[in-house]
């Protein structure tokens, strides 16, 4: 996994193009930190021709949000409104998702629990 960052306006939309077995894990979007009073924006996702409102984020109000988008290949991201907003996430790898799969337990941490638990 690596770490992607982004800060996304009205005026500074952002492209991001990923290969399709490494998508962009999109997880937060919070308003910049020199959003002004009242100030709102809608985070909009366009993706396959079609695009998706993801957030509302409005000053004093809703200031961030968790997302759990998995976007490939290529998407743009736009703010409809006054507001700043900074997203997060990460690049998926299939390589490293693979490593990380469910191994067997040992018999021997199994056989000790058990012991264990006759023991009580």
């Known amino acids: 996994m690596a770490f992607w960052g982004s800060e996304v306006t009205a005026a500074n939309t952002k492209v991001v193009e990923t290969p399709e077995a490494e998508p962009l894990h999109l997880s937060h979007a919070c308003l910049g930190p020199n959003t002004q009073s009242e ?3 809608w985070l909009l996702v366009h993706h396959g021709g ?3 409102a993801v957030a509302h984020l409005k000053e004093g109000i809703t200031e961030s949000c968790i997302l759990d988008l998995f976007i490939p290949g290529e998407t743009k991201l736009e703010v409809k409104g006054k507001a ?5 996430g990460y690049f998926e ?3 490293a998702d693979e490593e990380t799969e469910e191994r067997p337990v040992e018999e021997k941490s199994v056989s000790a629990a058990k012991a ?3 023991a009580l």
């Open 50 to 52: 079609k695009n998706y």
């Open 116 to 118: 264990k638990v006759a």
């Open 39 to 41: 100030m709102d924006g």
């Open 84 to 88: 700043t907003m900074h997203l997060t």
């Open 93 to 95: 790898n299939a390589v």
